[in-house]
């Protein structure tokens, strides 16, 4: 049970957010709790959004997105994202059962997201505190310097969700995975 108030219903969230979780409803065919629990702040919800959308317009690919969002729930500890982001990356994105233990183990089988994903992994451990050899070796695999503001940015937005997930001990709603190590 979430320690946090989730919504039952679009219905029963803040009016500001209501037209917010419609449209979230409308893209994924449901409001997953994470988006329900979120609702309770209307700013946040909004600006979670927003970012999220932003990210989507950015140079990195979709699946990269997903390997990186794998990668850090497994370094956070956030079996509910965890969970999430394995359901998304197999159904929607078609990742593989080896792409997705590979970038839960912080890599991938693709180069250029082998690359991505090992620096986002250092970015979550190292709270941003790379060396610059692993700023270089991103660099040295393709991603320019906007690419590796994504990925920071990515890192960002997915250990937020992981700590308002893991604060708030979301309920999952996705089929479960669980998370093989702990920040």
């Not at 990195?60 to 729930?73: D, Q, Y």
């Not at 593989?96 to 693709?110: C, L, T, V």
């Not at 969700?161 to 708030?168: D, G, M, P, S």
Request: net charge negative.
């Amino acid at each position: 049970m979430s320690r946090l108030a989730i919504p039952a219903a679009i219905e029963l969230a803040p009016a500001a957010s209501r037209p917010l979780l419609e449209a979230v409803k409308k893209q994924f065919g449901s409001t997953p709790n994470l988006f329900r629990l979120v609702s309770n702040s209307p700013a946040a919800l909004e600006g979670y959004l927003g970012l999220s959308a932003a990210l989507g317009k950015g140079s990195l690919p979709a699946k990269t997105h997903e390997r990186i969002a794998l990668a850090v729930a497994e370094v956070n500890g956030c079996a509910y994202c965890l969970s999430a982001h394995t359901y998304i990356g197999k159904n929607l994105l078609k990742l593989d059962d080896a792409e997705i233990a590979a970038n839960r183990h912080g890599g991938s089988a693709d180069a250029t997201a082998d690359a991505a994903v090992r620096f986002a992994v250092q970015v979550a451990e190292q709270r941003g505190h790379v060396s610059d050899e692993a700023l270089q070796a991103v660099k040295a695999a393709g991603h320019d310097d906007a690419q590796i503001v994504e990925i920071v940015l990515h890192v960002a937005l997915n250990t937020w969700t992981n700590y308002v997930n893991e604060v708030a001990k979301t309920e999952i709603d996705f089929p479960a995975i669980d998370v093989r190590r702990a920040g």
